[in-house]
């Protein structure tokens, strides 16, 4: 236990530069710094033609049916399915409750819970106290030496979960008919390893000599699903 506690514990960290960085107050100014670059929009904003431009280009919608659905009332039954059907175990949020402590206690509970998760669907409206996250930084490897090597994972309250994941659920009914059958991750029915696969078929005997010129490019996407641009989405 202690080993895998000194091995989180951030003792020393480079920053762009290449300094080497000891005293705590250092280190807690170049993460955030880090992550205030890293999730900056530093382009320039939209113009009207381009957001015409785009719309005409994505050709798939929800029908009137998938509509409708997405909008039905959140009933307290779903609620608690959703609550029940929670992964324990986990790291809890800023207010400490885990998943456990609902499920325990939903006879007590539970009521106030699922008037909490409605009031939101109704009013949108959301305390930042229930929004609010601990972000934890885990080493990707062995030897940590900036901030790139370190993952960042949010640890969010059970409310806000819940709520996330009643969307979430809702929106995995169709999302088939609105995402490229060419995006191959991240829904049912599809698998990251078919792009694996098929990758691997395509450069099978890249390295044999003559034939037809031909290259292969490397694209790192790292941080993907945090560079995109917010203001399109």
Same mark, same amino acid.
Request: with cysteine; aromatic share 8%.
């Given at each position: 236990?202690?080993?895998?506690?000194?091995?989180?514990?951030?003792?020393?960290?480079?920053?762009?530069?290449?300094?080497?960085? /000891?005293?705590?107050?250092?280190?807690?100014? @170049?993460?955030?710094?880090? %992550?205030?670059? #890293?999730?900056?929009?530093?382009?320039?904003?939209? *113009?009207? @033609?381009?957001?015409?431009?785009?719309?005409?280009?994505?050709?798939?919608?929800?029908?009137?049916?998938?509509?409708?659905?997405?909008?039905?009332?959140?009933? @307290? +039954?779903?609620?608690?399915?959703?609550?029940?059907?929670?992964?324990?175990?986990?790291?809890?949020?800023?207010?400490?409750? #885990?998943? +456990?402590?609902?499920?325990?206690?939903?006879?007590?509970?539970?009521?106030?819970?699922?008037?909490?998760?409605?009031?939101?669907?109704?009013?949108?409206?959301?305390?930042?106290?229930?929004?609010?996250?601990?972000?934890?930084?885990?080493?990707?490897?062995?030897?940590?030496? *900036?901030?790139?090597?370190?993952? /960042?994972?949010?640890?969010?309250?059970?409310?806000?979960?819940?709520? *996330?994941?009643?969307?979430?659920?809702?929106?995995?009914?169709?999302?088939?008919?609105?995402?490229?059958?060419?995006?191959?991750?991240?829904? +049912?029915?599809? #698998?990251?390893?078919?792009?694996?696969?098929?990758?691997?078929?395509?450069?099978?005997? %890249?390295?044999?000599?003559?034939?037809?010129?031909?290259?292969?490019?490397?694209?790192?996407?790292?941080?993907?699903?945090?560079?995109?641009?917010? +203001?399109?989405?």
């Amino acid at each position: 236990m202690r080993s895998h506690h000194r091995h989180n514990k951030i003792l020393t960290i480079s920053d762009g530069n290449g300094m080497l960085l /000891s005293k705590q107050e250092d280190i807690v100014k @170049e993460a955030v710094g880090f %992550y205030v670059e #890293l999730f900056r929009d530093s382009k320039p904003k939209l *113009t009207q @033609e381009e957001c015409e431009f785009i719309s005409q280009c994505i050709d798939k919608g929800l029908d009137s049916q998938q509509q409708v659905a997405l909008c039905v009332p959140v009933q @307290e +039954e779903e609620i608690r399915k959703t609550l029940f059907s929670m992964a324990e175990h986990k790291a809890p949020g800023p207010d400490g409750f #885990l998943v +456990e402590f609902f499920k325990e206690n939903w006879n007590v509970v539970g009521v106030d819970f699922m008037k909490a998760v409605r009031e939101f669907f109704v009013t949108c409206f959301m305390p930042k106290t229930v929004n609010a996250t601990s972000l934890s930084l885990i080493p990707k490897k062995q030897c940590t030496t *900036t901030m790139r090597d370190y993952r /960042s994972i949010a640890c969010c309250n059970v409310l806000y979960k819940c709520i *996330t994941k009643i969307m979430a659920t809702r929106l995995k009914r169709c999302l088939s008919s609105v995402i490229s059958g060419n995006q191959s991750a991240f829904m +049912e029915g599809r #698998l990251l390893s078919d792009n694996v696969l098929l990758m691997q078929e395509m450069v099978c005997n %890249y390295h044999v000599p003559g034939g037809v010129k031909r290259c292969a490019i490397k694209i790192d996407l790292m941080k993907a699903y945090d560079s995109v641009k917010w +203001e399109f989405l």
